[in-house]
């Protein structure tokens, strides 16, 4: 069936460390994003990238739509940077219904 | 612009009680979409809703429902409460085919 696949699913990170987060999906997509979530439960937005590649300071997206899989790249992690991060795609017809993989619980350590 | 807001932020009902949660989206955008995150089950998709009519529909019992107003407004409803139905609500809007924004939940405890 659809599915959105993340990994790993959990990450301990030294403060500064770089790190890779992945997303596979199952179909072929018209919108993935990442979110972070926060401690208080709202996801916020990383990137709307259902294609190509992206970077907002110290963090970087690339989505290879072909071969149905997304990376999310942290550089110099901090320690905000800990929580929960979502990839979340739209399938082919399914209006704007988001599938969300399981998530990454990332926690960055001084 | 404002981002989406939801009320309340916080509610606690007992089981077979009924609740109504109430979504904002930003302002020009019309779709609005509904989620239901729990521990056990993770970020589930319940309905969307576009120009006032329910486009998409997950796989929820038919306790749950929804409508969207002319300004784009929606709400939520959950009848006969159960315990199961303890979770976070979360609400996203968008332009259509586009980014999706999220509130900030509504947390929902169920005793």
């Known amino acids: 069936g659809i599915q959105v696949e993340q990994s790993p699913p959990d990450l301990i990170l030294q403060e500064g460390a770089n790190s890779t987060l992945r997303c596979n999906f199952s179909?072929?997509?018209?919108?993935l994003q990442w979110f972070h979530q926060n401690p208080w439960g709202q996801l916020i937005n990383l990137f709307y990238i259902p294609s190509g590649t992206k970077q907002n300071g110290r963090l970087s997206a690339t989505t290879v739509a072909t071969e149905r899989y997304s990376l999310l790249y942290i550089s110099s992690s901090q320690t905000t940077d800990s929580g929960v991060y979502f990839c979340?795609?739209?399938?082919?017809?399914?209006?704007?219904?988001?599938?969300f993989g399981g998530g990454t619980r990332v926690l960055v350590k001084p | 612009k404002a981002g989406v807001t939801q009320t309340p932020r916080y509610l606690i009902k007992t089981r077979g009680q009924q609740v109504t949660l109430s979504c904002s989206p930003i302002s020009g955008h019309r779709s609005v979409s509904w989620y239901q995150q729990t521990p056990g089950q993770g970020l589930q998709f319940l309905f969307e809703?576009?120009?006032?009519?329910?486009?998409n529909k997950g796989n929820f019992p038919g306790r749950f429902s929804g409508r969207q107003f002319s300004n784009s407004r929606s709400e939520m409803n959950v009848s006969t409460l159960e315990l199961g139905d303890s979770a976070l609500y979360l609400c996203?809007?968008?332009?259509?085919?586009?980014?999706?924004?999220f509130g900030p939940g509504t947390r929902l405890t169920v005793t």
């Open positions: 979340a795609v739209v399938f082919g017809a399914a209006g704007n219904k988001l599938t």
């Open positions: 179909d072929s997509v018209n919108n």
């Open positions: 809703y576009f120009s006032e009519t329910q486009r």
């Open positions: 996203a809007s968008s332009q259509d085919h586009y980014e999706q924004y």
